[in-house]
């Protein structure tokens, strides 16, 4: 039956039709029994509608690997991605809840508390993240290290699973990262009743997934082992899978970074190639010799140019003849023909390779991958020009992209890993946080084990294009009441500005105590404003010792 023949059926007929049938020539076509809206602005207009039944991850992965080993292209945005993303690793910042954990103390006090213990907090997990013996599976990766493998891989090969490990000596969790492409379906392998595997996770009854199947080779043994998602008492978390791009609600794994752009990056390297070559093919033709008039008689003007080199430096016999010769390695330019046949020219190849206009076809395939991730395609090429409100604007777009990427990189693991390490911490006497322990196995305190928990993570502090202005326009906006200190100190450094503020206490304490002042507090003589620890003793019969001005 023809596409078109449904326009001569009736309405009935046509809604009576099964919905396969439907689908096979055209969805659309109910749009001409009614008044439903399917997308399309006239019948047919959006063509047939293609449901993929089945994702190839294990193709996709294979392809988007070989793409980043081969093209440069895909190398270069993973890369770029990676190292804004991610650079030597996200920081953890303890940030205890203080107002949740000492509801019934002084503000000030509990605020004080809140810094002291996030700072032993923040000393502990540094020591144990920067440990790669204590902190790694394999004992060679530090946290930043970890990091960025995590989401390379996951980037590149679409996802990958994290796997925690007691170690029986330290009782603290060491960290596994499992590639993607070794979570597969056993063979022969049983599930509890109404459970199910698919593409190597393990779900039960109810659709949730309870374990990962991880495939190892070793001497070419093959063996699974069932990781599970928590602990069978403990409900410890002990694994879960980590995405490198959006997933569905329901989809069971992901798919590559770059896997709606293959095509196109391969295609655009192969034009590269392909215009390399040709630039070259281009280069060794260096000329040819237009014949003039009806010349029939055919001379070759190189004659007599070089000669061939002498086998191992020895001079054969009859090698030196009359007039003057070049060895070929070692002709030198401007060589004069001179024993052309009247009419013949020396021409030069025409040099038209590669297309002129390759670059801006280029630029402009890399601008749209650059656009369909959200990244500014200044940023991805490292191409800034010299206006400065464009550049800062290209910044501000990739600020945009990175602080929400630096949040879900660190909801997707860093947190994870801080958790499980400041819980097993505490569990094992290793780190003392009052009311803890109380309220672990207490459900309804939740409240208190998620304010031991808070954590700020500080990605990369990217520099700014004009720091004096950005500074100016934050000083501004502040004098006029249109921004707040915690807004600007966060966009400034990252830090809120209640930590730079007891940050900042504490560099005071220190610096009075090694007889340092800082330039904020000299007065126009360069001289301390404040006597030490009382600003009330300036100068002498009431001056104030700065004439002023601080």
Not at 343 to 371: C, K, M
Request: glycine share 8%.
């Amino acid at each position: 039956m023809g596409l078109f023949n449904f326009g001569k059926k009736k309405e009935s007929q046509i809604m009576a039709m099964p919905e396969k049938t439907l689908n096979n020539y055209g969805v659309y076509l109910r749009a001409l029994a009614g008044d439903s809206w399917n997308g399309s602005k006239f019948a047919g207009s959006f063509g047939p509608i293609d449901d993929f039944t089945f994702v190839d991850y294990w193709t996709l992965r294979k392809r988007s690997l070989r793409l980043f080993r081969e093209n440069i292209y895909a190398k270069g945005i993973i890369r770029r991605l990676i190292w804004n993303e991610i650079h030597t690793g996200l920081v953890a910042s303890p940030v205890p809840e203080s107002s949740i954990i000492w509801p019934k103390e002084d503000p000030t006090a509990r605020e004080e508390k809140g810094v002291r213990f996030g700072e032993e907090i923040s000393t502990q997990f540094n020591l144990y993240a920067n440990t790669p013996t204590v902190f790694d599976w394999g004992k060679h990766r530090n946290f930043g290290e970890f990091q960025a493998q995590v989401r390379f891989e996951s980037l590149v090969c679409g996802d990958g699973i994290i796997i925690s490990r007691i170690d029986k000596d330290t009782q603290l969790p060491r960290w596994q990262w499992v590639n993607g492409d070794n979570i597969r379906t056993p063979d022969n392998y049983s599930c509890p009743p109404g459970g199910y595997i698919k593409h190597g996770v393990e779900f039960d009854k109810n659709g949730k997934k309870i374990a990962f199947h991880v495939r190892s080779e070793v001497n070419g043994t093959v063996t699974y082992e069932r990781v599970p998602v928590r602990g069978k008492h403990s409900g410890r978390l002990i694994s879960w899978m980590v995405y490198g791009s959006e997933t569905l609600l329901d989809d069971t794994r992901g798919e590559p970074f770059l896997a709606d752009t293959l095509y196109m990056l391969k295609d655009l390297d192969r034009y590269r190639d392909a215009e390399t070559r040709a630039a070259v093919v281009n280069a060794m033709l260096a000329y040819f010799i237009e014949r003039g008039g009806n010349n029939t008689t055919f001379t070759r003007p190189t004659d007599g140019l070089a000669s061939r080199l002498r086998p191992n430096n020895i001079e054969p016999k009859g090698y030196m003849e009359e007039g003057p010769r070049q060895e070929i390695k070692i002709t030198e330019p401007g060589t004069i023909y001179d024993n052309l046949l009247p009419g013949d020219h020396i021409q030069s190849f025409q040099t038209n390779r590669p297309n002129v206009n390759y670059s801006t076809f280029e630029q402009a395939v890399l601008s749209a991958l650059a656009w369909t991730h959200g990244i500014p395609p200044e940023i991805l090429m490292l191409k800034f020009g010299s206006n400065y409100s464009a550049s800062r604007q290209a910044n501000n777009e990739f600020e945009v992209y990175l602080s929400r990427q630096v949040k879900k990189n660190a909801d997707d693991f860093c947190q994870q890993i801080y958790e499980q390490f400041v819980t097993q911490a505490v569990l094992t006497g290793q780190l003392n946080l009052p009311g803890f322990i109380g309220a672990y196995n207490d459900v309804s305190k939740w409240r208190m084990i998620s304010a031991w928990l808070s954590c700020a993570w500080i990605g990369l502090n990217r520099p700014a294009v004009d720091r004096q202005k950005e500074v100016s326009a934050s000083q501004t906006a502040l004098d006029n009441g249109l921004s707040t200190f915690d807004i600007e100190a966060r966009r400034t450094c990252g830090l809120s500005f209640a930590q730079v503020m007891q940050t900042q206490k504490r560099e005071r304490e220190l610096m009075e105590r090694m007889g340092f002042t800082p330039h904020t507090d000299e007065d126009n003589n360069g001289k301390p404003a404040y006597s030490s620890g009382n600003k009330d003793d300036g100068g002498e019969d009431g001056d104030d010792g700065n004439n002023g001005a601080i």
